[in-house]
């Protein structure tokens, strides 16, 4: 009795609580300015990422039209005398591309030995008529001769047009057969309505500032299209083809501080903070980076892959064949029919609804672990790939889809009919691994569906390959 009696007499002494108390100040402190200084570049990064979805639209809105102008050149390559088939191909793609896909495309030109010949659309171009691209003394031209010099596709500097706006050119050589120079393929497009057309602002956030900017061959920073006052930004730098451009993103500084505030409160009244804070941090981590994956490679609109997934995880860019050697991919171009009408009669929002219910329909014909994808090419054309189908498997897949496709009901208009077109090789017709010569053939079926009523596929009974 007397040991409890002096056990329990005992006091804790004054320096005890200060030293807790000063190392609880020392912890907190130490907490709060590691969170602090974590959370302000979290908020960057997350805004670099915004940055990299932002930079991939721009890319993929050229590739996109890069692909157009090759299905172009292929054209011209194996029908070089027959202008009014250059033609007709001139009005179908300026029509995918800006109806469709929604590029707004200033023109497209045909120009045998350098000459312009053929410009669409003809309203608002007529001065283009017998524009000599391989003179040297016009400004302007230098891409375009080099195009043809090296055989490869060349974007130009920007340019002043004739609104005051920033705009690009394309330069796409077209050599045949022979190795002989037909001439060169030409488009245009202002940057401010590329820009525009991918809603970058919304993309951001409203309280985002952006510039898109390069740096000219004297060292000048040529201003391509502005949102706000740009201050201490993240710079994301990115290819453009040949050219190499600069998207910087400013927050505002109060996004920052209501962090700090919200962060400081936190640690000071919940101890418990420290663990869940922590498990916080690597969960947010860990989302960014999934994030970052997901802008990068995957269809904001649809979930199917995008054309980046394709080209950096399925294709190898170097000799353009199968990353996966081992895999026996077949290839399919499916895009929906009346795609503009259907945008016209319930409205984008409408049209947004019944591709996404496309894509669903389609993503459940893949499957993932035996190696397939689903591709969004743009607007409402997707690429199906199937890892090591028969034929049979192949075609009856295929006819599925599209006995499926037309049961579909668009909610706001629910007689309209609702159909699709495609073109399908499979992985035995060719024995080349190449994915352009397996897409340049099922885009050529496509097209012969759409010519032969659309609702329907072309398989290989029905066109002949003739390997080179």
Known sequence: MSSYYT???????????????????????????????QDGKLVRERERYHAVGCATAIQEKLETITSRVQTLADSIVEQPEDQDFQHAMVQRIWTRLTEDASIPLKNILLAPDGIVSYYYPVEGNEAIAGMNFMDETQPGNAQAIEACRTGKMLISDPFDMKQGNKGIAGRYPIILKDGSLWGLISFSIEIDDLVHSLHLADMLGSDVNYELWYTDASGNRISLSKEGAIDDPIDYEFEMKNLTWTLSLSLPRNRIDRLRIITAIVMILMVSSMITLYVYEHGRMRLTNELLYELANKDSLTGCHSRRYLNTYLLN???????????????????????????????????????????????STVNAERGDAIIR???????????????EEFRSGLENVLTEVRKLKAEGSPDLKITLSGGGIHASELTSRSYVEFFKVADQRLYIAKQRGRDRFVFESEIRIIEK
């Open 7 to 37: 056990i329990s007499a005992k006091k804790i002494k004054p320096w005890t609580s200060i030293i807790v108390f000063v190392l609880s100040i020392i912890i907190f402190s130490i907490l709060y300015f590691t969170v602090l200084s």
């Open 317 to 363: 860019t170097e000799n353009g064949k199968w990353r996966d050697e081992t895999k026996e991919y077949s290839l399919a171009i499916v895009d929906l029919d009346h795609f503009k009408q259907i945008n016209d009669i319930g409205g984008h929002s409408n049209g947004d609804d019944i591709l996404r219910a496309v894509a669903h329909l389609l993503s």
């Open 377 to 391: 090419f743009g607007g409402d054309e997707f690429i199906l790939l199937y890892a090591d189908r028969t034929q």
